[in-house]
């Protein structure tokens, strides 16, 4: 690819990728810790999905006791190192904090959170659970992201052989391989990793379930598989120059950058990036941070209509990301590789079926804008083909249908967690549909006797 931004020197990406928010010292986590009221209806708490007993694990930060504050978190959530740096929290726990209707600062529980799950890593993951001893029952789990590490960390606590099955090199999924260093580490989801092998969890990656082994074989082998397989590729753009050079998609993007060998990612001069989601936002912001001259965000709809966080939002504007509303891609520009973006105009109709007003586009308003790169990011769509394979599966709205009580599919032996049921949510629902799904499967197998 032509036109690639210069590489910076080492100082300069580390600088460009120091996380944004820092850890606590001690002295810091124990003076936020005592701002906690400690309520007694603990909003914080009903606002987290996981429902971990926030201001318990505060107290305990404040007293001294981290042990027992990160056995309060790990007691609810298995993925929390990677939801304490990760989350919305501003939008969930903090958001929720009763601060906020004092109009002061709400009690930072990410970063308290991290303070106590971090010392925890640090002292060598001191033991905190007595697993339940075995009970002769096995369950395969299909991906290792956050809903499966937390399904099989419950389940072998619960008595289970536990077999997650991983095609990719590392565990993790997108905790691994999909947030941006500047909010946390990839080595601090391997960290969770190690925490659920701890328990006795098998890991086999570089085993795709339907290629390496099949799922009539993979279910033969267990009692019960939960699906944590995320979601599918993106779709395509439908638009001609799609598959120029220049043109990738955002997720294969962040994956190559999460591993910080920053000099290994191209990046061109003038970036543009379809989308406006959260993870267009995280691509966007990598690609100036990689040394792009100019990154612009591409949106069929208004800023009132984009589904990333305010925060999100807030982050790329600092960044100097520009923003085109009301703009859809309609042909990528290039001979061989991309040069150019041409765009046309668009309006706003009426509501489509998630409550955002769908786009139409202006007759003769087409433009164009020179650019080197196209990073796509119009969302997933669900890995049919494999599920395909299951008999009698129930989906709604393009997602795995489950019981939510239960996390258990139409098809009895399967359950499902994560974003191949939603469509795309945060870590820590995931965290919350796994440990939900592992009592669903504890409760299936044996009241079946």
């Not at 419950?154 to 391989?177: F, N, Q, R, S, W």
């Not at 570089?206 to 267990?222: K, N, P």
């Not at 612009?296 to 807030?314: K, Q, T, W």
């Not at 393009?398 to 967690?417: C, D, R």
């Amino acid at each position: 690819m032509n036109n690639l931004a210069p590489k910076l020197t080492s100082e300069q990406y580390e600088n460009n990728f120091t996380e944004i928010h820092p850890a606590f010292n001690q002295n810091q986590a124990t003076v936020e810790a005592n701002r906690c009221l400690y309520c007694f209806d603990s909003p914080c708490m009903k606002a987290c999905p996981t429902h971990i007993d926030i201001s318990t694990f505060i107290k305990k930060i404040a007293t001294g006791n981290i042990k027992g504050s990160a056995k309060t978190i790990l007691e609810s959530n298995w993925i929390a190192l990677t939801c304490a740096k990760a989350c919305p929290v501003d939008v969930l726990c903090e958001g929720a904090c009763v601060y906020n209707e004092r109009g002061e600062k709400p009690i930072e529980i990410g970063r308290l959170q991290r303070y106590a799950i971090d010392w925890y890593f640090e002292h060598g993951m001191p033991s905190l659970f007595t697993p339940t001893p075995k009970n002769g029952k096995s369950v395969g789990v299909i991906g290792a992201g956050p809903a499966g590490l937390a399904c099989a960390a419950e389940l072998a606590l619960l008595g289970y052989d536990v077999t997650i099955y991983e095609g990719k090199d590392l565990p993790g999924g997108l905790d691994t391989m999909g947030i941006a260093p500047y909010k946390m580490s990839y080595m601090d989801s391997l960290k969770e990793v190690k925490l659920v092998e701890s328990f006795g969890v098998k890991i086999k990656t570089r085993v795709w379930v339907g290629t390496t082994i099949t799922l009539a074989e993979t279910a033969q082998m267990h009692d019960a598989i939960f699906l944590s397989i995320g979601l599918g590729n993106s779709p395509d753009l439908n638009i001609p120059g799609e598959h120029l050079e220049g043109v990738c998609d955002a997720l294969e993007f962040i994956e190559n950058v999460t591993t910080r060998n920053w000099n290994s990612v191209d990046v061109g001069k003038r970036v543009a990036v379809i989308g406006a989601g959260n993870t267009a936002i995280d691509a966007a912001t990598e690609a100036k941070r990689l040394g792009a001259e100019q990154v612009m965000i591409i949106y069929r709809r208004s800023e009132e209509e984009m589904p990333a966080y305010e925060f999100e939002y807030d982050l790329a504007k600092r960044d100097g990301i520009v923003f085109h509303f009301l703009t859809a891609p309609s042909r990528i520009i290039g001979n061989g590789q991309v040069e150019g973006l041409e765009c046309v105009k668009m309006k706003l109709g009426m509501p489509d079926v998630k409550g955002r007003r769908t786009s139409h586009s202006i007759p003769n308003s087409e433009f164009r804008i020179p650019v080197d790169m196209v990073i796509k990011s119009i969302g997933q769509k669900p890995a049919e083909s494999f599920l395909s394979q299951i008999s009698n599966l129930k989906f709604e709205r393009g997602k795995i249908w489950v019981n939510t009580e239960t996390m258990q599919t139409s098809h009895p032996k399967y359950f499902a967690g994560g974003d191949c049921i939603n469509g795309g949510k945060e870590v820590v629902n995931a965290a919350a549909d796994g440990k939900r799904a592992a009592h669903g499967i504890d409760e299936y197998l044996f009241s079946r006797k």
